[in-house]
Nanobody, 119 residues
Framework: QVQLVESGGGLVQAGGSLGLSCVAS????????MGWYRQAPGKQRELVAA???????NYADSVKGRFTISRDNAKNTVYLQMNNLKPEDTAVYYC?????????????WGQGTQVTVSS
C-alpha cells in the first residue's frame, strides 16, 4: 500500500512564506512525476506545480515567480516553497504522484493540508 503524507500547512499573513512537504511510503520501485494541486472552497482542484523525476518543472501562471517545487528522489519526497503568499492562495493543498510498482504505474493523492493566507 503506497501512501502520500503531506505536512507543513498552516496560517500565514499575506506576503509571508510557507513550505510544504510530501513523502511517499510503502512498497514501490520509483516515482515518476510528483506534483502539488490545490482546491479552494467552491472551486475545482487545480495544478499548482509539478516536477518530473529528472527535475523538469511546470507551474501554474498564478504562482510563477513565487512558488518553487523541488524533490529528493532518495527520500521519496517533494517540496513546495511558497513565498509572497496572497489571500487567493488559500486552499487545501494536495500532493500527487505517479508511482511505479511491480504491477504498473498508479496515481496517488495525499490527504491534503490546509493553507490559509490572511489579508
Amino acid at each position: 500500500q503506497v501512501q502520500l503524507v503531506e505536512s507543513g500547512g498552516g496560517l500565514v499573513q499575506a506576503g509571508g512564506s510557507l513550505g510544504l512537504s510530501c513523502v511517499a511510503s510503502g512498497s514501490f520501485h520509483s516515482i515518476n512525476t510528483m506534483g502539488w494541486y490545490r482546491q479552494a472552497p467552491g472551486k475545482q482542484r487545480e495544478l499548482v506545480a509539478a516536477i518530473t523525476r529528472g527535475g523538469v518543472t511546470n507551474y501554474a501562471d498564478s504562482v510563477k515567480g513565487r512558488f518553487t517545487i523541488s524533490r529528493d528522489n532518495a527520500k521519496n519526497t517533494v517540496y513546495l516553497q511558497m513565498n509572497n503568499l496572497k489571500p487567493e492562495d488559500t486552499a487545501v493543498y494536495y500532493c500527487n504522484a505517479d508511482i511505479r510498482t511491480t504491477w504498473g504505474i498508479y496515481n496517488r493523492w495525499g490527504q491534503g493540508t490546509q493553507v490559509t493566507v490572511s489579508s
